[in-house]
Each structure stands twice: as C-alpha cells, then as structure tokens.
C-alpha cells in the first residue's frame, strides 16, 4: 500500500487509526531518513491506542514503553545509535514473545535477525518539507490483516493506492 499525506496532523491520524486497529503481538519496522516522521507516526499510534503520556524518540533511550487500552504496551524501540544490539537482542526478543505488546522499531538494521518476518514495514519518504510519501508492506498473515483493515478506513483526505 502506497500512501501520501500533506501534513503532521495527516500523519498523527493515519497513526491513529493504526493504533486503533493493532492487537497485541503486532511488530511495525519504520524506515527513513532523519525527519522522515518516523516518530511523529509513533504518536498516532500512541493516540490511538488511547496512551495518555508525551510520546518521545526513544534515540538515546533506545527503548520506551507506554501503556495503553486494554493492558496492550506501546514498546518503541530506536537503534539509530547501535550497530549491533547487543543486550538488546534478548529485550526485544522477550518483549517480541509478549501476547500484549505492540513493538515499533526504527531503525531495525541492529535487530534484523531477531524481529519476526510477519511484521508491517513502513517506508517514509519526505518529497516536501509537509509532505511524506508511505509505503507499507506486510511480511506476514497477521501484518496483511491490519493493511486490509487500514485500506477500509483510510481517512478521505488521505490519497492511497494499494499494490500487489
């Protein structure tokens, strides 16, 4: 699914719905530059999986968890600063095993080996300084789910194609 949204407030929607529609177990990979929205979209994740504290990027943290609706956890994870992740392997691999947990990942390269293959890959671009272009790929049955059910609820302001 490729989409397009024009703005920060387009952004924290489409994450809202996301974050509406994900159950526990749900692993997302975000992929972009710096700046591309990558946490921007976490918020409206966040907001949509009614958490009530500041969504921050978790880049010197690594990992921060936030709780949310229905006991689910927002775990977001951020290997900007790790070439391997070490310790980190083990944490993402319990949190991985955890039927609560929604797990979002930026930066995923250190962790590769670990995630499940039946994940939703988020590709952000950014064409214009408001702009991002989205492209979402499912790994999985479970990931393929969620983009049906993004696709029947897409906001009208939000132009999307879906491919393959």
């Known amino acids: 699914?490729?989409?397009?949204?024009?703005?920060?407030?387009?952004?924290?929607?489409?994450?809202?719905?996301?974050?509406?529609?994900?159950?526990?177990?749900?692993?997302?990979?975000?992929?972009?530059d710096v700046g591309a929205g990558k946490t921007t979209l976490v918020r409206g994740i966040a907001t949509g999986l009614k958490v009530d504290e500041n969504i921050?990027?978790?880049?010197?943290t690594i990992q921060l968890t936030y709780h949310g609706r229905d006991g689910l956890r927002l775990c977001h994870y951020d290997f900007y600063r790790l070439t391997s992740a070490g310790i980190m392997s083990e944490e993402i691999e319990e949190t991985l095993n955890d039927p609560r947990a929604i797990i979002v990942v930026e930066w995923a390269g250190a962790v590769a080996g670990v995630l499940s293959d039946d994940r939703l890959s988020v590709t952000l671009t950014s064409p214009t300084e408001t702009s991002r272009n989205?492209?979402?790929?499912?790994?999985?049955?479970?990931?393929?789910?969620?983009?049906?059910?993004?696709?029947?609820?897409?906001?009208?302001s939000i132009d999307y194609e879906v491919i393959g």
């Open 1 to 32: 699914m490729k989409i397009e949204v024009g703005s920060v407030d387009e952004m924290v929607a489409f994450g809202q719905k996301i974050g509406q529609l994900v159950r526990g177990g749900t692993v997302i990979e975000l992929i972009g």
């Open 56 to 60: 921050q990027s978790p880049t010197f």
């Open 134 to 156: 989205l492209s979402l790929q499912a790994g999985g049955q479970s990931s393929r789910d969620l983009l049906e059910k993004l696709a029947q609820y897409l906001p009208p």
